[in-house]
């Protein structure tokens, strides 16, 4: 069993970045395919950006490809969200998961563990 914790939300300006990173613990890092999803203010959570379990392959939800950059460390037992060219409607609660294979995926009902979230919020 894996324990997510994510760090690194606050409040950010629009054309801005933030990095957030999320840390496992109780699992073996490497065995896992990780993912990014969000819940936006009245919305359901969506997906943001996957990737599988060495790094090699990543995939992007359309609102983020090409401002946002999802990596992992597995030495460090660490993946990460870089956000970059921030907009207000980034605004949202983040949250890692962590899946059991070593394929990512884009839908929630597949991963099995999660983290507690980090709000981002993005002013104009």
């Known amino acids: 069993q894996v324990h997510l914790v994510e760090s690194g939300g606050g409040l950010g300006q629009a054309g801005g970045s933030l990095r957030l990173s999320c840390a496992a613990s109780?699992?073996?890092?490497?065995?896992?395919?990780m993912g990014w999803f969000r819940q936006r203010p009245g919305k359901e959570r969506e997906f943001v950006a996957t990737i599988n379990w060495i790094g090699a392959r990543v995939y992007y939800a359309d609102s983020v490809k090409g401002r946002f950059t999802i990596s992992r460390d597995n030495a460090k037992n660490t993946v990460y969200l870089q956000m970059n060219s921030l907009k207000p409607e980034d605004t949202a609660v983040y949250y890692c998961?962590?899946?059991?294979?070593?394929?990512?995926?884009?839908?929630?009902?597949?991963?099995?563990?999660w983290g507690q979230g980090t709000q981002v919020t993005v002013s104009s």
């Open positions: 998961a962590a899946r059991w294979s070593t394929y990512y995926s884009t839908s929630g009902t597949e991963y099995g563990y």
């Open positions: 109780g699992g073996t890092f490497s065995s896992y395919a």
